[in-house]
């Protein structure tokens, strides 16, 4: 279908409107890191199909690389491969959980905070500023400490951790898009505060929130798996990543794998997700600059 | 290897110049045959200027003018050697005495720029390093290009900023440029640029960021320097009311061409290209109420190679300018223009000024009064919280006709864009009463009744941002109706959006399309026919042209009149353009800091005004009538009608 446009001129070439993720997949980092963060994914949640039984699988402890324990066995001759193989999902599934906790607990507070403004706004912002200036490993070890150790626990600190972060950083956006006319044309029209922040605010805060979540995920990956690896996080027998790190390393020397495989697990994961958020932010500050929209 | 010997300034004359070509004339540049690309994502090469031909004089000025997007910047800063990233000249010369510019390395034209060659930029705070004092700036400037330092440097600093008249300049010296206005900012920019004695100074916009008394400032000031030290000045403006009064030739760009060119006061009076004559009937005069005629359509992204660029929004255009592309053609000495009809049309594009019909319906009933259609009583507009209050618009007080058009002028912080804001409810920090039809309106947008809500609609300034640009028009548009129109019932709303769009002279087409696609003339239609979706009785613009280029600003105008005359909508029209208030606007109210000076029919205010500011707001901004009169506006003279 033709274009009509006034007067019948020629139209100019405009931008057109462009997917986010199409743009990002055209960075190379972006296409690096949705390309490795899916093959991640699909190994984290395929790989226990293919990997031998965890629970069958046993052998003498901490040997090296054999023809039935590829990557070797851990300390309790636990085959290294199948446990890394069906460990994978609480160092993703948990930081995801919390970070998107977070950021629904945050962002909240954060959009409510630049919309109304004054004293709400002070309390919120001076409640955040207070959660960032405790070190997040003392956070996590009195709550810990205080409600002993489970996954739920574990994602509810995570989440607190990570909250104010992510407040702070839609509060900003949020600031800044509500000085548009477009919201003052909301507010000439005597729209309602719900209609005002779902119709006009939220929607043109997500970009960069979108790739703030993308790093807070990658540091929640490698928060989560550092608490594992202490002891604070997942608890054994489950074979987390950061927990098998912490169990093994005893055996580096010996059954090299038992640490390094799950330790290259949560590097690739984290960096996968960090160059995605890199490609993001980069694909966004493009984005001020040629005004070009982004769904 | 050449380069080195041309910059001593020696006889030498290269390998570049063609015989037969005489470079021996008193012009300081000569740019010929310039044509600039960009680099294209394809490996091509998209061409945006084409065939540049221009002569810079010592002590005179060429007026470069043309839409946004017509080439004119990339021209005249690729006429001094400078290419934008990704950009290629891709042929021409530009001699600056028998150096070719287009052929020095880029070391060697850095020793130029800043030095022999200066430029200045629309934003002088972008110009300045925020990080280094002023003083910093000129060392930098006097040690590279004129070997000078110590004292002798420090000295010559004083010099300049005494020359630009910069107040306390031996204190301006240890200040960083954010403590600095605007106006002082270009000054020192204007310093920066004279420091080295330039013989080429190229001016892109200086002046358009500056409020108009700033801006006549800066422009006699310019004026006196280019005087004393005869360097040869290119000034690209949008401007051509400004354009006319500070060059002695203008040359007109559209779509990387230089359409035409030719001393000031001949071809504003007589314009050989159509072009030429559709942008000088876009410009208001504050002299008197004129019709004034937008060009629709955008101009063209690059150089059209088999046919004339302008032929789709030209009225003269026939059959082979859609299959012929036009040489320059020289009409009589002097006066030249891209055209094929240039002989056919030659005075049929005279500029006759057409003093203007148009009434709005309240002044058409003039006499037996409509009544106090708005009143706004003793309204102070406060900004700031409780501690910090500041009052931005203190005890005003006027009244306005149905069907009215009530101009506001002002500089920035005078506040008028507070008025409105306050007015509309969505600044409910005032006090006094506005009230509408005898009935005082809530200080709250959201506490006023719906359908008092739906009577006033606001239009902004900038246009891009007044639509959320996660909506397409249609959802936009759709909002208003939704809220404000109980008779279209719900499955009918898109037909009356594009009922509305058809209104605003948008096609259908537009409908799905998102902000970002349309260009700003089409945003602010969109924004438009947003606030008339509500059918207001009041319609309040807060700088709706202001935003945009002086073609596409005529349009808006054309069409606002349109819609509120044939609606009986009341205006209230925010603007700091004098001339464009004059063009709209029955009556007039003149502020500054807060309060109101002098308010009157346009007729009286702007041709016998009373109050000393607002004769110093008229005689301090250039009006093309004045030029086309041959008249000089002194500053605080009240300027003749």
Redesign the interface.
């Known amino acids: 279908?033709s274009?009509?446009?006034?007067?019948?001129?020629?139209?100019?070439?405009?931008?057109?409107?462009q997917s986010l993720w199409v743009a990002v997949l055209h960075t190379g980092e972006g296409m690096i890191g949705v390309t490795l963060g899916i093959g991640m994914v699909l190994l984290i949640i395929l790989g226990r199909f293919f990997g031998p039984s965890t629970d069958y699988n046993v052998g003498l402890p901490g040997s090296g690389s054999s023809a039935e324990h590829w990557f070797g066995t851990d300390t309790l001759g636990r085959d290294i491969l199948s446990r890394f193989l069906h460990g994978g999902d609480t160092v993703l599934l948990i930081p995801l959980i919390a970070v998107t906790l977070a950021l629904i607990i945050g962002g909240t507070l954060g959009l409510f905070g630049a919309y109304w403004g004054g004293w709400p706004d002070v309390v919120i912002s001076k409640v955040f500023d207070v959660i960032l200036t405790l070190p997040p490993l003392l956070i996590v070890l009195v709550i810990i400490g205080g409600l002993g150790a489970s996954n739920t626990v574990l994602i509810i600190t995570v989440a607190l951790v990570y909250a104010p972060g992510l407040g702070r950083v839609v509060r900003g956006t949020a600031q800044s898009v509500m000085v548009?006319?477009?919201v003052?044309?909301a507010?000439?029209?005597?729209?309602?505060d719900l209609a005002i922040i779902f119709?006009?605010v939220l929607?043109?805060v997500s970009g960069p929130v979108l790739a703030e979540f993308g790093l807070r995920l990658t540091y929640a990956i490698l928060f989560v798996a550092t608490l594992s690896f202490l002891g604070l996080g997942v608890q054994p027998p489950a074979p987390d990543w950061g927990l098998m790190v912490a169990e093994n390393r005893g055996l580096i020397t010996v059954a090299p794998w038992g640490t390094m495989l799950p330790a290259l697990g949560i590097t690739l994961l984290a960096v996968a997700f960090n160059l995605t958020a890199d490609a993001i932010s980069r694909v966004l500050a493009g984005d001020e600059l040629s005004?070009?929209?982004v769904i | 290897m050449s380069t080195a010997v041309m910059k001593n300034g020696s006889a030498c004359r290269g390998g570049t110049s063609e015989p037969g070509v005489s470079v021996t004339d008193a012009a300081a540049l000569v740019v010929e045959g310039l044509s600039v690309g960009y680099h294209q994502k394809d490996g091509g090469v998209l061409c945006v200027a084409h065939d540049v031909d221009l002569r810079l004089y010592p002590g005179k000025v060429v007026g470069l003018a043309g839409e946004s997007?017509c080439g004119k910047s990339t021209a005249a800063l690729a006429a001094v050697g400078y290419r934008h990233p990704g950009g290629v000249i891709m042929s021409g010369r530009s001699l600056l005495g028998d150096t070719d510019l287009l052929q020095m390395d880029p070391a060697d034209l850095r020793r130029l720029w800043g030095g022999q060659v200066a430029y200045i930029s629309q934003n002088a705070a972008t110009s300045l390093n925020p990080a280094l004092t002023i003083g910093r700036h000129f060392d930098e400037v006097l040690r590279r290009h004129a070997d000078m330092h110590g004292a002798a440097a420090a000295a010559r600093q004083l010099e300049l900023l005494g020359a630009v008249k910069l107040p306390d300049p031996k204190g301006a010296l240890d200040r960083y440029p954010h403590q600095l206005s605007g106006g002082q900012q270009q000054r020192v920019a204007l310093a920066l640029a004279f420091a080295c004695k330039p013989s080429v100074l190229i001016l892109d916009e200086p002046t358009t960021g500056l409020d108009v008394t700033t801006q006549t400032h800066i422009t006699a000031l310019l004026q006196e320097l280019i005087a004393e030290t005869q360097v040869a000045v290119m000034y690209v403006s949008h401007d051509l009311a400004l354009l006319s009064t500070v060059s002695q030739d203008i040359a007109v760009m559209y779509a990387g061409e230089m359409v035409e060119r030719g001393p000031v006061k001949e071809l504003i009076a007589e314009p050989l290209h159509p072009y030429t004559n559709a942008l000088l009937r876009a410009v208001p005069s504050a002299r008197a109420r004129q019709t004034i005629a937008g060009i629709?359509?955008?101009?063209?992204?690059s150089v059209a190679a088999d046919h004339c660029a302008f032929a789709?929004?030209c009225p003269h255009a026939q059959e082979r300018c859609r299959t012929e592309h036009p040489d320059s053609r020289e009409l009589r000495p002097g006066r030249s223009a891209r055209c094929l009809r240039v002989e056919e049309l030659h005075g049929a594009l005279r500029i006759v000024v057409t003093h203007d019909g148009y009434e709005s319906p309240a002044a058409a009933a003039a006499g037996e009064s409509t009544g106090h259609f708005l009143e706004v009583k003793d309204i102070s507009c406060y900004y700031g919280s409780r501690h910090k209050r500041v009052a931005a618009v203190r005890d005003v007080s006027f009244t306005l006709g149905e069907a009215e058009v009530l101009g506001i002028v002002g500089l920035s912080g005078s506040g008028k864009s507070t008025l409105l804001?306050s007015i509309?409810?969505?600044l409910p920090d005032y006090t006094g009463t506005v009230s509408l039809r005898g009935q005082e309106l809530a200080r709250n947008?959201?506490k006023?009744p719906?359908a008092l809500?739906r009577q006033?609609?606001?239009v902004?300034?900038?246009p891009?941002?007044?639509?959320?640009?996660?909506?397409t028009v249609e959802q936009i548009i759709a909002?208003?109706v939704h809220?404000?129109r109980e008779d279209v019932a719900r499955g009918k709303t898109s037909e009356a959006v594009a009922e509305l769009l058809e209104g605003v002279?948008?096609?259908?087409?537009f409908l799905g399309r998102?902000?970002?696609?349309?260009?700003g003339g089409?945003q602010q239609r969109v924004a438009i026919a947003?606030a008339f979706a509500a059918r207001p009785s009041l319609l309040l613009c807060d700088e709706v042209t202001s935003a945009l280029d002086v073609s596409v600003a005529a349009t808006i105008i054309e069409l606002l009149r349109d819609l509120t005359s044939s609606s009986a909508t009341a205006v209230l029209f925010v603007s700091h353009d004098l001339a464009v208030v004059r063009t709209i606007a029955d009556r007039a109210i003149v502020m500054r800091d807060g309060l109101i000076c002098e308010q009157g029919s346009t007729e009286q205010l702007f041709c016998a005004p009373e109050h000393p500011y607002t004769v110093e707001l008229l005689s301090s901004i250039p009006d093309i009538a004045d030029v086309r009169a041959g008249r000089t506006v002194e500053a605080g003279v009240a300027p003749v009608c």
Do not use: W
């Open positions: 279908m274009t009509v446009n006034e007067a019948g001129s020629a139209p100019a070439v405009r931008q057109k409107r548009n006319p477009y003052l044309s507010q000439a029209r005597g729209e309602s119709r006009e929607p043109n005004r070009l929209a | 997007g629709a359509g955008e101009p063209p992204v789709p929004r804001r509309v409810g969505i947008a959201r006023r719906r809500r006033v609609q606001i902004f300034q900038d891009a941002s007044s639509l959320n640009p996660r909506h909002r208003a809220l404000f002279k948008l096609s259908r087409s998102y902000p970002s696609e349309l260009s089409q947003r």
